[in-house]
């Protein structure tokens, strides 16, 4: 009797391990964060360069480029020093690099001045 009390209790104890558990809650969802509530960060794509050399009596500069953005052919650049536009150039060429040419339309440009496609 007491081997039927032992046998049938360690069926019991093994039967309830084995049974299937059931599947835990859901999670909640993760709160939706809004696109717009924080500020808008924006690349600045524009072409910049600096005049890495000046030749005044031919009224030509060379501009030196970041890599992979030196301009078109033909392309009008304007030319800065401390923040205020100081003169405009015309692409004209030939490029090296990022190095290229450029003819002087208007104003006095100095060695590394900054130079940018767009006015301010």
Do not use: W
Not at 1 to 28: D, S
Not at 34 to 52: C, E, F
């Amino acid at each position: 009797m007491r081997i039927f009390f032992a046998l049938l209790g360690a069926n019991l104890l093994l039967t309830g391990c084995v049974l299937p558990h059931p599947p835990p809650p859901p999670r909640p969802a993760a709160p939706v964060v809004s696109q717009s509530s924080g500020p808008v960060i924006k690349p600045d794509l524009q072409t910049a360069g600096q005049v890495a050399m000046v030749n005044a009596a031919a009224r030509l500069v060379v501009i030196s480029f970041s890599a992979g953005s030196t301009p078109k052919t033909g392309r009008q650049l304007y030319v800065f020093r401390n923040g205020l536009k100081v003169g405009e150039l015309r692409i004209t060429g030939p490029q090296r690099e990022n190095d290229t040419v450029a003819d002087i339309i208007s104003g006095n440009i100095q060695l590394y001045d900054e130079v940018r496609a767009g006015a301010p």
